[in-house]
């Protein structure tokens, strides 16, 4: 199964500034994608990252608040910006399973951002 | 558009209950994928099943099963001789699929927290 991992696991931000969660896979994988769990909520899709193009973004978020970065295929990057308090959230990525788990979509562990 | 319904927002049993979590979907696509995730309280997402809209036929996968219902958009999941470690909230979610047969982006539903107690 694909190994993810996420950096950083945690973390506590002042209002105003910008965080980057960064995403590793241990192999290459075609879909890579961005989630946000707010406090008590269900998963809610933020963009799907493309290597080599733009990310294409969900309804109600915009590149300006949630720049993608996605240099190759086994690594994506999310950057939270301008943050409120509104933001605080579990933030996960997910890629779509390869070869004989192409059954699956894994997530990674998550990041827990609090905004202050 | 996609949606996903767990109409159950909590439910508590008592250890070596059988318990089901209701899960009801709409989509316009006539291929789709379902699944169900668990979350513990550690956070983390634990994938346990992927099903393909074109095979309604139940799974066991240990204490585990799965009843897929085309007729009415439904797929629950069951969990026989429930245990404290089932614990965690549980959430159903659906899928489009993508031209290169994976799964696109997922729909989650509300999730179900389950409580099993001793």
């Known amino acids: 199964s694909a190994v993810i991992s996420q950096k950083p696991s945690r973390d506590i931000c002042q209002r105003g500034t910008s965080l980057t969660i960064q995403c590793q896979v241990d192999?290459?994988?075609?879909?890579m994608f961005w989630y946000r769990q707010q406090p008590g909520q269900s998963l809610t899709l933020i963009a799907t990252?493309?290597?080599?193009?733009?990310?294409?973004?969900e309804s109600g978020f915009v590149i300006d608040k949630f720049p993608i970065s996605r240099p190759n295929l086994t690594f994506s990057t999310l950057t939270v910006s301008n943050m409120s308090p509104e933001d605080s959230s579990i933030y996960l990525c997910?890629?779509?399973?390869?070869?004989?788990?192409?059954?699956?979509?894994?997530f990674g562990p998550g990041t827990r951002l609090t905004v202050l | 558009a996609q949606k996903v319904t767990q109409a159950q927002t909590e439910i508590s049993v008592v250890e070596k209950e059988d318990v089901t979590l209701d899960c009801v979907y709409e989509?316009?696509?006539?291929?789709?994928?379902l699944f169900w995730y668990k979350q513990p309280p550690s956070g983390e997402l634990v994938f346990l099943i992927r099903?393909?809209?074109?095979?309604?036929q139940n799974e066991i996968s240990g204490r585990y099963s799965w009843n897929f219902q085309k007729s009415t958009s439904s797929f629950n999941f069951t969990i026989t001789a429930s245990q404290v470690v089932d614990s965690a909230v549980y959430f159903c979610a659906l899928s489009e699929v993508n031209p290169q047969g994976g799964s696109e982006k997922l729909v989650f539903g509300k999730g179900t927290k389950l409580t099993v107690n001793p």
């Open positions: 099903r393909n809209s074109f095979d309604e």
């Open positions: 989509t316009r696509d006539t291929t789709y994928y």
């Open positions: 997910s890629v779509e399973g390869i070869g004989t788990d192409y059954n699956e979509q894994f």
């Open positions: 192999s290459q994988v075609t879909m």
């Open positions: 990252a493309n290597q080599g193009s733009e990310a294409t973004y």
